[in-house]
């Protein structure tokens, strides 16, 4: 015992000779039983787990009202992203643990991991950050997740189309795409509400300029007299050849939904791959609030008022996890024993028998018995 108070303080006083390798040996995790290494290594170095990916802040950039941008430095567990993937964030709020995902918007292969994050009225996360945010801040991360990437060999025409601060994954691609020094057509195709809202406006003006394989366009949808929209006549004004392009969305669900009927309509859904921001505002089916949902490990049912799983469970005080919140990150999944859903987006419906379902996009239609 004597020994391991020792060691223990001179470990703690001298904390430059604490090395990754003792630090990661059974031997110092038992000197301080029954207390955790984390714990008092994290006294010294909040960033440093064993296993855990944390990142600390190190700055800070408003670029418009109502964004903020973050350069993190991972520990040494973060196993880096693929362009247009996203990452949860974890902060303490009100001494609880909260979780939101964004996508990096730098380079895969560039120092750090560049987060823009815009405030959301009511959004939990983004507006704490935004608020306070600063250098030396410490945050959790989970591993980098999605298929909304770039395939390993790159197209030979690419159309990269985001709406607000869906920027983030398309500007990821774009950077990695110049870093790569690819040289095929690339057309960026941004929308924002107006000059003040346009997030990375001068380095894209930039990149257009310093490529001449690159076309980069900006539309504001909220100047001039009437409010500019994803529409064919636009696309064949900027990227005449749009439909040979391999095509990346990213943005509000209008702009997305935009996108899937003129590609559908062009019967050209292949080359279209979309990524949802938020979701719509959720509208009940009326006819599908009947009967009840029961939380059956919990005991608990409730009367299905055709709002999503995620919400009615959480009217009914359970409190499953959950991240995004809009169907990208899969952390909600959960079983369902039997029942039907209706996706809320799509509108599809679903009849599940043990089946796994994302319970934040999927609204129960009649009598539902889920494994919560
Ligand atoms: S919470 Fe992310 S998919 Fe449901």
């Known amino acids: 015992m004597g020994t391991g108070i020792m060691a223990l303080d001179s470990l703690l006083n001298s904390p430059r000779k604490l090395t990754r390798g003792l630090l990661d040996s059974h031997l110092v995790e038992s000197l301080l039983t029954p207390n955790p290494v984390e714990r008092y290594v994290g006294m010294i170095d909040p960033v440093w787990s064993r296993r855990d990916v944390r990142a600390k802040v190190v700055a800070v950039e408003r670029q418009t009202p109502r964004s903020v941008t973050l350069t993190l430095e991972p520990n040494s567990n973060w196993n880096g992203f693929e362009p247009g993937q996203h990452v949860g964030v974890t902060v303490e709020i009100d001494g609880r643990l909260t979780t939101r995902f964004y996508s990096p918007a730098g380079a895969a292969a560039g120092k750090g991991l560049e987060l823009t994050i815009t405030r959301h009225p009511g959004g939990k996360v983004s507006e704490h950050l935004a608020d306070i945010a600063a250098p030396g801040m410490v945050v959790g991360l989970s591993p980098a997740e999605g298929e909304f990437t770039l395939p390993s060999t790159r197209p030979d025409h690419l159309l990269l189309i985001s709406g607000g601060s869906g920027i983030t994954p398309v500007m990821s691609m774009l950077r990695t795409l110049c870093a790569e020094g690819h040289d095929r057509p690339v057309t960026f195709l941004h929308f924002a509400r107006t000059p003040q809202d346009a997030i990375y406006a001068r380095e894209l003006q930039a990149l257009g300029e310093a490529h001449a394989n690159l076309n980069v366009v900006t539309v504001f949808t909220r100047e ?87 919400l009615q469970a959480e009217q009914g005080n359970l ?40 319970i934040c996009v999927n609204a129960p239609v009649g009598d539902i018995e889920i494994d919560l």
């Open 319 to 358: 409190s499953p996890r959950h991240g995004c919140r809009m169907g990208i990150c899969h952390t909600c999944v959960c079983r369902v024993e039997s029942g039907t859903v209706r996706h809320v987006r799509t509108g599809e419906v679903k009849t599940l028998n043990n089946e796994l379902v994302q």
């Open 224 to 310: 001039g007299t009437k409010p500019q929209h994803l529409t064919r006549a636009t696309l064949k004004s900027i990227c005449p050849d749009y439909l040979a392009a391999e095509t990346y969305v990213c943005g509000p669900n209008a702009l997305v939904d935009a996108a899937e009927k003129l590609w559908k309509r062009d019967r050209n859904a292949d080359r279209l791959h979309t990524e949802p921001f938020t979701l719509p505002e959720p509208t009940v089916v009326a006819a599908d609030a009947t009967g009840s949902v029961t939380f059956k490990r919990s005991g608990i049912a409730v009367e299905n008022d055709g709002q999503s799983l995620l």
